[in-house]
């Protein structure tokens, strides 16, 4: 009996599992960013901008309309990697890739003692690298059109 990988796994209109996987982290995550910016708007008081810090990397400090940008791209890129559009892989590839460089100092400051802060800053890098590689491999390049 033959097992299935992630890696080639694929559902019935030929989408591997892994790009799946990816277009769904991304959705959620943009889903996330655009009701925080919708609640916001909405009751400017009723929630911190620092929520959105983890996905924004600094960028939450611009307001709502950051969040609801931000969002709007990562819905976007989430299904354009679902109809597995070229396009949206590289740019998920680039989104990837910014936010390691993005993390970069939060490791840096967090290595400073070896705490949970560490591992957690670190696994979102590798995380994003493991996106990378993933859709960069060339039988993942070959399902896009």
Known sequence: MRRATLSHAASNDGRPAGVTAISIGFLSASAYLVILGVVKLANPEAIPLSLGAPLLHGLE????????????????????????????????????????????????????????????????????????WYLWQSWTAEKFS
């Not at 791209?73 to 910014?98: D, E, M, P, T, W």
Request: aromatic residues 10%; proline residues 3%.
């Open 61 to 132: 400090i611009d307001g709502p309309y950051m969040f609801l940008l931000a969002g709007g791209f990562g819905l976007i890129v989430a299904f354009g990697l679902f109809r597995l559009k070229n396009l949206a892989r590289r740019a998920a590839i680039a989104i990837a890739v910014a936010g390691m460089v993005m993390l970069l100092p939060k490791v840096s400051a967090a290595a400073t003692d070896i705490s949970a802060r560490f591992f957690v800053a670190g696994s979102m890098v590798v995380v994003r690298m493991v996106i990378v």
